[in-house]
């Protein structure tokens, strides 16, 4: 009789955004899921490794779920941007 090894192997990713100013990062209320958070097109970049230039245009087209705040700057929903990653890959 021939034994069987089996393993198994399990990944777990962990994101930490940190601010400035020591606060939470909004959540998106088009999503309505407490990991859809939304940030500066620079972070979400970094994060998805999608080029900033193209969130802009996936903004522009209305694509993704965004959202201005008071000071004037963009933020974008990073679980909008995931879903459409698989387009651009």
């Known amino acids: 009789?021939?034994?069987r090894r089996e393993e198994r192997i399990e990944i777990h990713e962990r994101l930490i955004v940190r601010t400035t100013s020591g606060s939470f990062p909004a959540l998106c209320e088009k999503c309505r899921a407490s990991d859809?958070?939304?940030l500066s097109p620079d972070q979400a970049s970094t994060?998805?490794?999608m080029?900033?230039?193209l969130i802009y245009q996936l903004v522009?087209?209305?694509s993704i779920h965004y959202r201005e705040v008071a000071s004037g700057k963009l933020i974008?929903?990073?679980k909008?941007?995931?879903l459409h990653?698989?387009?651009?890959?």
């Open 36 to 38: 859809a958070i939304l």
């Open 60 to 62: 522009e087209a209305g």
């Open 51 to 53: 080029p900033a230039r």
């Open 76 to 78: 974008v929903c990073v």
């Open 47 to 49: 994060v998805t490794g």
């Open 85 to 89: 990653q698989n387009d651009f890959t």
């Open 1 to 3: 009789m021939k034994k």
């Open 80 to 82: 909008t941007i995931v």
